[in-house]
């Protein structure tokens, strides 16, 4: 035998080894058990709710959220609740935290009392692999949490704007859309809407290389949506909100021909709209 | 001795550390460290008994201690990345091309096509590579292949597999240069990317990777002059990102357009899809007789490289527009639309849900 031919016949030997073992463990590989994020959630219970006591939120609060951050400056999150229909009680506030975000309270929806509000969509911004978790508040203070874990989008995806040239000449621009339910509750007219702003949302967490600087964090602080007088959703946003913050909710409506939009940033500028709401939705 | 908390956490790193010793550009003292740390493990596993299958186990040193021994006289002078492989593909044009794929280890985030223009006087780099660790293999392969200096270093737009190599030409003679946008950009991105990058690619790949701002940029058109050779830089609105910038060899006809061009491999809306749309028409209007794309085969020719991603992006917004009217919610748009492209390309599944969500998000506005 050549060395040549003995070489070959090894290194075929080898790589069979090596292809079997690297099935065999390939498949034994398992995903690691992520108690360590935990402490995080405990700590974000105390420091944001008080460390007041979490209720399971099965069938009171679901969120929706994807097994990928996709694209990581836009995640799509949706929170689902409802007490069961013999409950006196009413949801009154929704808070969306993202654990592993520099600031992880992404939003608190203050619900209206007659808003009859069911579900909330919104996008956020997802920095690393992250538990979320969406708390709904009843009127008598007991706390509902669920929770999901997100996975974190691919290194070339950033928290951060597409076009921040555009988002400026932009700023303050408004849209409502409206959207009729596709099958409305016996006596009740149940609704969608969703507001649009365009708003850079600046995170505060970038520096500027030249004068090592932080540029400042420049974001929507609180939007209040109403139908005639009647408030329907009130956001109070952080950073973690995306660029162009995004808001669709479904309601009750209360007959009110108008629907306005007041939002306000952290430079104290004012952004304001009404809309006409639109008879068949679109 | 590190300890592992189970079995499948031991399996894993034995998974990582052979498929690292397959990655052609670790060095030799790694491949020391692998094999002490499997000689090791195996002591330690026949002497507790815990339960491993000490067949695979076996197999596993013997396969890396053959690994090891068939590599030593490539690589075992130091721990330095060999010359970077690249095609000439027209005369004084060379090109690495990239593999379509993330940003891993295995791969050390080469996965970009990359290159260099030699003129009479200078030599221009076109892109760096995804770690410090490629533009180091990158500038041996130019100096193989040329005695002339780098004045150049040109970054095609923000994305980590192509600046991230800017890096191993710091403390030379050059100029960085990029879209007017870069330097924003970079600021706002790069220390995002650094992080997370290092999980998938590892700390030891990046060792040395960091932000090269740059120091020249362009707003619209430049011509620099490498000696007798002319490169024409245009840098372009929103499109692929906010700072994409193309390359132009007027002596060979030969555009490297950046990510504003990717064949077989996906392209990742980071910028506006309509902008991207209209930069094609633009694009289309470059005489050049060959592109360079980002990713994909790097002789490819011109114009009928953009036909590909021209298709996807017009079947990509007309599925969300169909969406948008009927009020179909952004999360669920995105789970179909773009979908009838699936067939014709790779990384679908990594990079067409993401496309549509940011797609989604701009179109909503019209």
């Known amino acids: 035998m050549t060395l040549s031919t003995f070489t070959a016949a090894v290194a075929a030997l080898v790589m069979g080894i090596g292809l079997s073992a690297g ?10 058990a992520g108690a360590e994020t935990d402490e995080v959630w405990s700590g974000l219970v105390t420091d944001v709710f008080d460390g007041r006591p979490m209720q399971d939120g099965a069938g009171i609060i679901e969120l929706e959220a994807p097994y990928r951050a996709e694209d990581a400056a836009i995640v799509p999150m949706a929170m689902n609740v409802k007490l069961p229909p013999n409950d006196t009680r009413s949801i009154r506030k929704v808070t969306l935290v993202i654990d592993q975000n520099p600031a992880p309270v992404a939003a608190v929806f203050e619900l209206g009392e007659k808003a009859g509000i069911e579900r909330i969509e919104t996008r956020v911004r997802v920095n690393m692999y992250s538990k979320v ?36 000449k932009n700023l303050g621009q408004m849209k409502l859309r409206q959207f009729a339910a596709a099958t409305p509750a016996p006596g009740t007219e149940r609704r969608e809407a969703q507001v649009m702003l365009r708003h850079p949302q600046y995170s505060g967490l970038q520096m500027d290389q030249v004068t090592r600087n932080y540029i ?41 021909d108008t629907i306005t939009v007041d939002a306000i940033d952290t430079e104290q500028k004012v952004f304001r709209s009404s809309f006409p709401v639109e008879n068949g939705g679109s | ?76 002078a130091a721990d330095d990345p060999r010359p970077l492989e690249v095609k000439e593909v027209a005369p004084g044009v060379f090109v690495h091309k990239g593999i379509n794929a993330l940003m891993l280890a295995e791969n050390g985030g080469a996965i970009a096509n990359v290159g260099f223009v030699v003129g009479a006087q200078s030599v221009a780099v076109i892109d760096t590579g995804g770690s410090r660790r490629q533009g180091e293999a990158l500038l ?36 960085f240069v990029g879209h007017v946008r870069l330097p924003d950009a970079l600021q706002q991105r790069f220390e995002h990317y650094l992080a997370a990058n290092r999980a998938s690619m590892t700390e030891r790949l990046l060792a040395g990777t960091e932000l090269v701002l740059p120091t020249e940029t362009v707003a619209d058109v430049r011509q620099i002059d490498l000696g007798g050779r002319i490169l024409t830089l245009r840098a372009w609105p929103v499109a692929h990102t906010d700072s994409d910038l193309t390359v132009f060899d007027e002596t060979t006809g030969t555009l490297f357009s950046g990510d ?10 980071d910028g506006s899809l309509r902008g ?37 992006f017009d079947a990509l917004a007309k599925d969300l527009k169909t969406a948008i009217d009927a009020g179909i919610p952004l999360a669920t748009a995105v789970q179909t639309a773009g979908e009838g492209e699936r067939g014709d390309w790779l990384l679908f599944d990594q990079f067409n849900m993401r496309n549509a969500t940011a797609a989604y998000a701009e179109l909503e506005w019209e």
């Open chain 2, 260 to 269: 504003l061009v990717f064949l077989e491999h996906l392209p990742s809306i």
């Open chain 1, 216 to 256: 400042p964090a420049w974001f929507i602080s609180d939007l209040t949506v109403r139908q005639g007088e009647d408030m329907l959703l009130k956001v109070s946003g952080g950073i973690s909100l995306s660029e162009d913050p995004n808001i669709r909710f479904s309601y009750l409506s209360n007959g009110a």
């Open chain 2, 140 to 175: 041996k392969s130019i100096e193989q292949h040329t005695d002339l200096p780098v004045r150049w270093v040109i970054n095609t737009h923000v994305h980590p597999d192509h600046v991230f190599g800017n890096a191993a030409f710091l403390g030379r003679d050059v100029a």
């Open chain 2, 1 to 76: 001795m590190t300890r592992h908390a189970s079995k499948a956490a031991y399996l894993n790193e034995i998974r990582g550390l052979i498929t690292k010793m397959h990655n052609a550009s670790i060095g030799a003292a790694y491949r020391v460290k692998v094999i002490t740390r499997f000689a090791a493990h195996s002591f330690i596993a026949v002497h507790n008994k815990t339960g491993l299958r000490l067949s695979y186990h076996w197999a596993a040193l013997v396969y890396v201690l053959l690994t090891y021994f068939s590599l030593v006289p490539i690589s075992f």
């Open chain 1, 133 to 168: 978790h969406a708390v709904a508040e009843a009127s008598d203070g007991t706390l509902y949490m669920t929770e999901k874990f997100v996975k974190a989008s691919g290194g070339c995806s950033a928290p951060a704007n597409k076009d921040a040239v555009a988002a400026l």
């Open chain 2, 276 to 312: 991207w749309q209209k930069a094609l028409d633009g694009l289309a209007a470059i005489p050049a007789t060959r592109v360079v794309p980002g990713h994909g085969p790097i002789d490819s020719p011109w114009p009928a490289a953009i036909e590909p991603e021209r298709r996807y």
């Open chain 1, 23 to 32: 099935t065999a463990i390939a498949q034994s590989v398992v995903a690691p």
